[in-house]
């Protein structure tokens, strides 16, 4: 199956620092990867669309200042989480689709826990 | 109201018993439906598709009703690798792939 990685896989660092998230897809090329985050005992909130080229699609009440979305080529996309503050702790998990079959066969990396301290 | 809305769980289960998982969906024009299972600290991993016509996949079984927006999976027999939190997720039509998930339900299974 397809594999989709994440860098890093656990990252902590200090209020008002940024965190680069890096999303890969290894054996395939992806126009679309989505950004989600996951609180404890709660599910995947989506964060942003991210299309190859293109600026992102984010959801309501996420700030597009704050999470900023690269999707420079057709296997990677990057989130920054910009000026972290202890509330951005979480766990963020990217997925990927593959060309032609947006909203089928999504993959997702192993995702990333960020602690803000 | 939730979009997608799960049975709260958790759920604890002996061995090798039948439990069943429930769901509801809010957005009548949602095209695709799948089942997730994701383990503690992991990324989710796509259990099974849900067809229309209902479908199978060894031990377990997924239903879709779309004029009742109702969505289950039936584990048969579980086992205690079947420990996790199971996710149901919804695929509106229109809006480009993006995936909807359910809160989740945990399941433990017991020996």
């Known amino acids: 199956g397809a594999v989709v990685s994440q860098h890093p896989s656990r990252v902590i660092c200090k209020s008002g620092t940024s965190v680069k998230i890096e999303c890969r897809s290894l054996?395939?090329?992806?126009?679309?990867m989505f950004w989600y985050r996951q609180f404890p005992k709660q599910s995947l909130m989506l964060m942003a669309t991210?299309?190859?080229?293109?600026?992102?699609?984010?959801e309501q009440g996420v700030e597009k200042d704050k999470f900023l979305i690269n999707h420079a080529s057709l296997t990677l996309s990057t989130l920054t989480v910009t000026s972290a503050h202890p509330e951005d702790s979480s766990f963020y998990i990217c997925?990927?689709?593959?060309?032609?079959?947006?909203?089928?066969?999504?993959?997702f990396g192993p995702g990333t826990r960020l602690t803000v301290t | 109201r939730k979009e997608v809305e799960q049975d709260p769980g958790p759920f604890n289960v002996p061995e090798g018993a039948t439990v069943a998982f429930n769901c509801t969906y809010s957005?009548?024009?949602?095209?695709?439906f799948f089942w997730y299972r994701q383990d503690c600290r992991k990324e989710p991993k796509l259990l099974m598709s849900?067809?229309?016509s209902g479908n199978e996949d060894g031990r377990f079984t997924a239903q879709l009703n779309r004029a009742s927006q109702y969505i289950s999976l039936l584990i048969r027999d579980s086992k205690l690798s079947d420990s996790a939190t199971y996710l149901c997720?919804?695929?509106?039509?229109?809006?480009?792939?993006?995936?909807?998930f359910g809160q989740g339900t945990e399941l433990s299974v017991k020996p």
């Open positions: 997925s990927a689709a593959l060309v032609g079959q947006v909203g089928y066969e999504q993959y």
């Open positions: 054996d395939f090329q992806a126009t679309t």
């Open positions: 991210s299309n190859e080229g293109s600026k992102a699609t984010y």
């Open positions: 957005n009548s024009a949602s095209q695709s």
């Open positions: 849900v067809y229309s």
């Open positions: 997720v919804v695929v509106p039509w229109n809006q480009g792939g993006k995936l909807i």
